[in-house]
Nanobody, 115 residues
Framework: EVQLVESGGGLVQPGGSLTLSCTASGFTFSRHAMRWYRQAPGKERELVADITSGGGSTNYADSVKGRFTVSRDNAKNRVYLQMNSLKVEDTAVYYC????????WGQGTQVTVSS
């Protein structure tokens, strides 16, 4: 079964850190560039970070550049999002998916940044 399962979200204070994980199954993970997206209440889903299949190149939305780091472990079929210096406006449900030919969205993981 083709599947993406996100985890690692939670409640954190402004300035705090979290690391999200996405575990993929049902496709050849190492052949695919992957992306992290997020969707805040009442807003459209937006692209947060992108990583190539081998992990050698990454790109970020301007809003998270310098604070978030995307990485992957192809041996474990996982992609990660390290989030530092979190802001209230980072509050959202975070999702991962393939860059090309995205598959069905997982359930996402909720990140809430609040004091």
């Amino acid at each position: 079964e083709v599947q993406l399962v996100e985890s690692g979200g939670g409640l954190v204070q402004p300035g705090g850190s979290l690391t999200l994980s996405c575990t993929a199954s049902g496709f050849t993970f190492s052949r695919h560039a992957m992306r992290w997206y997020r969707q805040a209440p009442g807003k459209e889903r937006e692209l947060v970070a992108d990583i190539t299949s081998g992990g050698g190149s990454t790109n970020y939305a301007d809003s998270v550049k310098g604070r978030f780091t995307v990485s992957r472990d192809n041996a474990k079929n996982r992609v990660y999002l390290q989030m530092n210096s979190l802001k209230v406006e980072d509050t959202a449900v975070y999702y991962c998916n393939k860059r090309y030919q995205p598959i069905s969205w997982g359930q996402g993981t909720q990140v809430t940044v609040s004091s």
